[in-house]
């Protein structure tokens, strides 16, 4: 079965610092990977995803991940984080036996101090 | 966005009563999804759809069934509601199965007293 596992709970840094938040995957093949951000009260928002190809994804609002194989990662970066990016955010995997559904992790709050 | 819309937004009810939440989409998506959020377990899949009529068991189906009668309209019921499904859930449709992603409902937020 496919698993996901994000380390950290819950991260602060400064406005202005680099980002760098962690995504384990477990799954037997090519995964597809995705990286879902969610605002106080709202819906999740898809940021990125992986497929196939490139490694290195960009996505919205600033934000890249880069699917390294060999460690079995999806890590979600960002250069210079701003204020609002404060939210909780979460990496999904999906694709082959699992059909049409995606497994999420239990997310990683984000504080982001001024 | 994608029109999707979850109602109630907001629900208390009593322990031992049957509750239906309802998603809503108008985007004529195949793929249909509720999951459940809690602290500590990101979200859980609860029931999904695969089509008018055709739903399958997620992870956490115990105490929850799923109705699709038509393209538009999956309805989330629990049975008897108790205390442990006090939780935000979430909607999602899918267009071609979540290989693809999804895209979430506004999600609705029930306490069960």
């Known amino acids: 079965a496919q698993s996901v596992t994000q380390p950290d709970i819950h991260i602060t840094v400064s406005e202005g610092a680099s980002l760098e938040l962690r995504c384990n995957y477990s799954?037997?093949?090519?995964?597809?990977l995705f990286w879902y951000v969610q605002s106080p009260g709202q819906g999740l928002q898809l940021l990125l995803k992986?497929?196939?190809?490139?490694?290195l994804v960009q996505g919205i609002k600033g934000f890249e991940a880069e699917f390294k194989r060999s460690q079995s990662s999806f890590n979600l970066r960002k250069p210079s984080v701003h204020w609002s990016d404060a939210a909780e955010y979460f990496c999904?995997?999906?694709?082959?036996?699992?059909?049409?559904?995606?497994?999420f992790g239990e997310g990683t709050q984000l504080t982001v101090n001024p | 966005d994608a029109g999707i819309t979850q109602s109630p937004r907001h629900k208390v009810t009593e322990t031992g009563t049957p509750v239906t939440l309802r998603c809503h989409q108008t985007?004529?998506?195949?793929?249909m999804y509720w999951y459940r959020q809690d602290p500590g377990h990101g979200l859980r899949l609860i029931h999904y759809?695969?089509?008018?009529?055709?739903?399958d068991k997620g992870e956490v189906s115990d105490g929850y069934s799923v109705s699709r009668s038509k393209t538009e309209d999956f309805l989330l019921t629990l049975e008897s509601a108790t205390s442990s499904q006090t939780s935000v859930y979430f909607c999602?449709?899918?267009?071609?199965?979540?290989?693809?992603?999804?895209?979430f409902g506004s999600g609705t937020r029930l306490t069960v007293v």
């Open positions: 999602a449709i899918s267009e071609k199965g979540g290989d693809y992603g999804y895209t």
């Open positions: 799954y037997g093949a090519t995964p597809y």
């Open positions: 992986y497929f196939s190809g490139d490694t």
């Open positions: 999904a995997v999906g694709g082959g036996t699992s059909g049409s559904r995606l497994t």
């Open positions: 985007e004529n998506h195949r793929y």
């Open positions: 759809s695969y089509g008018v009529k055709d739903t």
